[in-house]
């Protein structure tokens, strides 16, 4: 069974910071998923600094495999030093998940990771050491399908507006908190902006300290593959059609012209939606074997705009309105963010005279520009995104 990891996080400002002092760097290798969080001493633009360093520091370490013995010492090298108290430093969290299911976690001064299993917080044994005098817990366990990590800074521990504390907050409230969100939700992405708005919300939307939740949940391997536009030549529809479906998962089909292709080539029959219709997206239509076949410019733009919102730190909740509708560009979103880990995008490159001149060269026509702004906004979404032209 293949499986992928879904990482998401969520930042708040301190209150009145422009910057945020706690940083999280999401890094894929050959061989494994990455993500870590770094929270850098104090606020604002110095804690910002400190906390990026740490957090590219450990990731371009960590890509090149080298050991946490070095990565720590190349952050004590590295970092600068306050000339008043002598320490400067960033702590940090490391969350390291393997193809081969394979995980290594490793904690300096950050509050605990929760780690969720079959609908349990469970603690992770560890070992601790101490790595330039700097006390680390390192943990190593082998992951499953479902499994959930949550790392966070500090600021997420007793939220509580200006010097006042709730310690009612604690780490054990957050899990309880954080196990109760693990089931209503699908994606990393989802979870960590529920979690953060609680935070948000006990803060009363004025956060005393910098706070940053970042969520990875291990899931089975979800494909989704998008057919849009017709070849440059007419003799490659059975050759884009015979790819597109011989792909596991989702099959969508965005565009007229393209459903008509996909129903000839499969010799079934293009039905168009009968009932209500959405004011501002084009209705769907149906070809037996594709999940979803939709319009395509007005409906792909749609859905770039949802997933550009739904990336953005700031994420509104009427982002999740958006999804809730029953219009093509809310069913193809929801594919994307909650049913998929690897999308595959077979793009025709026949230029359509209602959108661009023949003239023109596929290169600036509409569709290579929406294609190219849906793919930014998946992998921004940390989607393996594979591109076929035809």
Known sequence: MNVSVDMAYKS?????EELCGDKVELVQTSCSKIMILADGMGSGIRANILATMTSKILGTLFTNDLNIDEAVSTIARTLPVSSVNGVAYSTFSILQIFNNKDAYLVEFDNPGCIFI????VLNIPFSERTVEG???REYRFKVQVNDAFVLMSDGCIY????????YGWDWKSISAYALKVYGQ???AQHMAAMLSKACEDLYLQEPSDDTTLAVARVIQEKVVSIFTGPPSSRSDDWKIVRDFMNEPGVKIVCGGVTG???ARELKEELVMSVGELDPEIPPVSFIKGIDLVTEGVITLNKVIEILTKYNEDDVSFEVFDELAKNNGAAKIANYLID????VNLYVGKAVNENYSSKSLPFNITARKNIIHGLEDAL???NKNVSLYFY
């Open 12 to 16: 708040l400002n301190k209150h009145g």
């Open 117 to 120: 299993r079959n609908n349990q």
């Open 134 to 136: 700097k006390k680390i």
């Open 159 to 166: 939220c509580g507006t200006g010097d006042i504390m709730n």
């Open 185 to 187: 939700t699908n994606s």
């Open 260 to 262: 008509q292709i996909a």
């Open 339 to 342: 049913s998929c880990t690897k």
């Open 379 to 381: 992998r921004a979404l």
